[in-house]
């Protein structure tokens, strides 16, 4: 007789004991990926329905994107700024075209581009708009999320995120997400910037009320207030659009970017804006080794040539109505609302039947992979590669799991 040995308990073991707890990862090891689909070390496969929260846009090691990677590995993968290196400009004026701006800052993960808006507010609030030292003040939405530095999460409102980790940076003015009037009554002549996301990711895929970020940007320009979209999980095609926010026609001050334009292989993030306002920045004020370093450029450059089709957006606005007709028909089936736009969606799973977290891992069982976020609410984000066959696939999966 064989015994069959499984591998997962182990590895699930091991990385337990050996890392900080702060992650609650779903009980599965992930070995290898392709497309739409991940295979653990037991070569069980798995649908991805979470995209690393939508930095798989184009699906795991799409191979355009997998060639320009190796090609580059065997010519220079680091320079840092100190020199400049020939994938350097060719990325900043292809991502800077595709976001119709003057310029971009290149960084690596999304909370440093957010801190870059940050800084780059704050030096044009000084020097442009002519507020004084010390003083300006940048407006934010509750239930945000931008990442987790220190500045970052003190403006968060989610306790997990920001308790414990004062004292917290001052300059920061919360209001309710989508409440218009609260932006206007908190606006003063120090205000330097709005900084929301187009759609609140973490808070559970949820779209502002029709005409606020178009509201929104006519005030900011009314007041001369900088607009920001944090595109990081909402841009880069995920809703069927380049960005989110041209659902609206608004085009911000300033795109925060990330995710996605790493192609899921390197972390690459960028701030894109006219030299109006990035041209605040002077040399030494700003910057990061690892920002713009040639292996991310290769990357980025290629990521925005897939954007340039339109393929992409394309097949998340289709699939996305598959998607999202899916889950209505769901809604009083175990299902209590549907959020989204694209091939995005935050899904509240009634809380009699179970919680997010149980929903994920029934999903789990069902060898499709999904996150909650808050409560009951699942999130459901599938690379863009995903085919129709697989979506459905997902769908009667959820269908199941509810049923129980
Ligand atoms: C809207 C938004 N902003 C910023 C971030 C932070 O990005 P990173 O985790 O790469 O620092 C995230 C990450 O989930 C995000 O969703």
Same mark, same amino acid.
């Not at 218009?180 to 002549?189: E, G, H, K, N, S």
């Given at each position: 007789m064989t015994t069959v040995e499984f591998r997962t308990p182990e590895a699930l073991a091991e990385a337990e004991r050996w890392t900080a707890h702060n992650y609650h990862p779903l009980p599965v090891v992930v070995a290898e990926a392709e497309g739409a689909w991940v295979t653990d070390v037991?070569?069980? *496969?798995y649908l991805d329905f979470l995209a690393g929260y939508s930095a798989l846009?184009?699906?795991?090691?799409?191979?355009?994107? $997998? /060639?320009? !990677?190796?090609a580059q590995l065997d010519r220079v993968t680091l320079t840092s700024r100190a020199? #400049?290196? @020939?994938?350097?400009? /060719?990325?900043? *004026?292809?991502?800077? /075209?595709l976001c119709g701006k003057d310029m971009v800052l290149p960084m690596n993960t999304g909370a440093e581009a957010v801190e870059t808006? $940050?800084?780059?507010a704050r030096k044009w609030g000084y020097r442009v708009k002519g507020v004084a030292a010390e003083q300006a003040e940048i407006i934010v939405a509750a239930d945000n999320f931008h990442g987790r530095t220190t500045t970052i999460v003190s403006f968060s409102t989610d306790p997990d995120a920001r308790a414990d980790f004062g004292p917290y940076t001052p300059g920061f003015v919360v209001v309710p997400y989508g409440d218009l009037a609260a932006v206007r009554d908190a606006i003063t002549p120090n205000t330097v910037a709005v900084l929301m996301e187009p759609i609140q990711g973490e808070a559970?895929?949820? #779209?502002?009320?029709? &005409?606020? %970020?178009?509201g929104l940007r006519e005030l900011c320009t009314e007041t001369d207030v900088l607009m920001i979209a944090d595109e990081i999980q909402s841009g880069l &095609? *995920?809703? &069927?659009?380049?960005?989110? $926010?041209?659902?609206?026609g608004v085009v911000p001050d300033m795109y925060v970017l990330g995710k996605a334009l790493g192609g899921g292989i390197v972390p690459v993030s960028a701030v894109a804006a006219d030299r109006a306002v990035l041209g605040v920045l002077r040399p030494g004020e700003h910057g990061s080794t690892f920002g713009g370093n040639p292996l991310a450029c290769a990357v980025g450059t290629e990521v925005v040539k897939l954007l340039e089709t339109g393929e992409f957006q394309e097949r998340s606005a289709r699939l996305g109505a598959r998607l999202h007709a899916g889950l209505e028909a769901l809604i009083g089936q175990g299902v209590v609302a549907v959020r989204g736009r694209g091939l995005w969606a935050g899904? @509240? $799973?009634?809380? /009699? %039947?179970?919680?997010?977290r149980q929903a994920c891992e029934r999903l789990a069982e069902r060898r499709v992979l999904a996150k909650d976020t808050h409560g009951s609410t699942i999130r459901l !984000?599938?690379?863009? #590669?995903?085919?129709e066959e697989d979506l459905d696939h997902a769908l009667a999966q959820l269908a199941a799991v509810l049923r129980g």
């Amino acid at each position: 007789m064989t015994t069959v040995e499984f591998r997962t308990p182990e590895a699930l073991a091991e990385a337990e004991r050996w890392t900080a707890h702060n992650y609650h990862p779903l009980p599965v090891v992930v070995a290898e990926a392709e497309g739409a689909w991940v295979t653990d070390v037991d070569g069980v *496969r798995y649908l991805d329905f979470l995209a690393g929260y939508s930095a798989l846009n184009f699906g795991h090691r799409h191979p355009g994107l $997998i /060639a320009a !990677a190796h090609a580059q590995l065997d010519r220079v993968t680091l320079t840092s700024r100190a020199f #400049v290196h @020939d994938q350097f400009g /060719a990325f900043c *004026r292809g991502l800077a /075209a595709l976001c119709g701006k003057d310029m971009v800052l290149p960084m690596n993960t999304g909370a440093e581009a957010v801190e870059t808006a $940050i800084k780059v507010a704050r030096k044009w609030g000084y020097r442009v708009k002519g507020v004084a030292a010390e003083q300006a003040e940048i407006i934010v939405a509750a239930d945000n999320f931008h990442g987790r530095t220190t500045t970052i999460v003190s403006f968060s409102t989610d306790p997990d995120a920001r308790a414990d980790f004062g004292p917290y940076t001052p300059g920061f003015v919360v209001v309710p997400y989508g409440d218009l009037a609260a932006v206007r009554d908190a606006i003063t002549p120090n205000t330097v910037a709005v900084l929301m996301e187009p759609i609140q990711g973490e808070a559970g895929v949820l #779209v502002p009320p029709a &005409g606020f %970020l178009a509201g929104l940007r006519e005030l900011c320009t009314e007041t001369d207030v900088l607009m920001i979209a944090d595109e990081i999980q909402s841009g880069l &095609g *995920r809703t &069927g659009k380049t960005f989110a $926010i041209e659902h609206d026609g608004v085009v911000p001050d300033m795109y925060v970017l990330g995710k996605a334009l790493g192609g899921g292989i390197v972390p690459v993030s960028a701030v894109a804006a006219d030299r109006a306002v990035l041209g605040v920045l002077r040399p030494g004020e700003h910057g990061s080794t690892f920002g713009g370093n040639p292996l991310a450029c290769a990357v980025g450059t290629e990521v925005v040539k897939l954007l340039e089709t339109g393929e992409f957006q394309e097949r998340s606005a289709r699939l996305g109505a598959r998607l999202h007709a899916g889950l209505e028909a769901l809604i009083g089936q175990g299902v209590v609302a549907v959020r989204g736009r694209g091939l995005w969606a935050g899904v @509240d $799973i009634d809380p /009699a %039947l179970m919680t997010g977290r149980q929903a994920c891992e029934r999903l789990a069982e069902r060898r499709v992979l999904a996150k909650d976020t808050h409560g009951s609410t699942i999130r459901l !984000a599938p690379p863009l #590669v995903v085919t129709e066959e697989d979506l459905d696939h997902a769908l009667a999966q959820l269908a199941a799991v509810l049923r129980g």
